[in-house]
């Protein structure tokens, strides 16, 4: 099994809808992100968390929302889907402190279409 | 703010030969770290090599290796013996630990290995 799992992989949905990304992963790390992918764009930073009672914007988190439902899950919401939030979504983790690399571990991403 | 550039959208390359993948950052911090993630057409992100910037020495990780030239804010990727396997978009990410450990990625490079 995957450390790091996104649901669902694939998801087409249409425009005003409400979509849910979840993420949960098995490796104990502290700190969880949401990144977008866009061709041209690279990856940009949706939100991300350093522990459960700590979330942070980041540079694209207009029309997102997440919650940390523990450590091992952070959810990414969409709460009315625009076109323009069609792209491949993912999940990714590390851990923080001076244990840490700073090494991301991905998941396995979830490609969103919004019609 | 930190940027990320990486100014060939794409590459291409004989197998068994040398290709180079250049990245460029701009910040004004003195500790941070660099990152080459491969994104295969599985679309799974797989990191290739890291860097510390506090090291004169270039990481190696058996046919990779890195150009870090600090003065110049230079992290390019060195790929010998090119396998087709090596097929994939790459990422060039920076990551500054002490401004909350978010990594900030190029806009990417894809390389294709041709038989």
């Known amino acids: 099994d995957a450390d790091v799992t996104q649901t669902p992989r694939n998801r087409i949905t249409k425009t005003g809808k409400r979509i849910m990304l979840e993420c949960s992963q098995t490796?104990?790390?502290?700190?969880m992100y949401w990144y977008r992918q866009d061709p041209g764009l690279g990856l940009r930073l949706i939100y991300y968390s350093f522990d459960v009672k700590d979330i942070n914007k980041g540079e694209i988190s207009d029309g997102y929302s997440v919650s940390r439902q523990a450590q091992a899950k952070f959810s990414l919401s969409l709460e009315s889907a625009i076109p323009n939030q069609t792209a491949l979504y993912f999940c990714?983790?590390?851990?923080?402190?001076?244990?840490?690399?700073?090494?991301?571990?991905f998941g396995e991403g979830s490609r969103l279409t919004v019609l | 703010a930190q940027t990320v550039t990486q100014s060939q959208p794409e590459m291409s390359v004989q197998e068994a030969e040398t290709v180079t993948l250049s990245c460029t950052y701009d910040?004004?911090?003195?500790?941070?770290?660099l990152f080459w993630y491969k994104q295969p057409p599985s679309r799974q992100m797989i990191l290739v090599i890291r860097?510390?910037?506090?090291?004169?020495q270039n990481a190696t990780e058996n046919r990779f290796s890195v150009n870090f030239q600090k003065a110049a804010k230079s992290f390019s990727l060195k790929i010998s013996d090119s396998q087709l396997g090596d097929t994939a978009m790459y990422f060039c990410a920076f990551l500054n630990y002490n401004q909350g450990g978010k990594l900030i990625f190029g806009q990417g490079t894809e390389l294709s290995v041709k038989p």
């Open positions: 990714a983790t590390t851990r923080g402190g001076l244990a840490g690399t700073g090494e991301l571990f």
């Open positions: 910040t004004s911090e003195n500790n941070y770290y």
């Open positions: 860097q510390e910037a506090y090291k004169q």
């Open positions: 490796k104990g790390h502290d700190r």
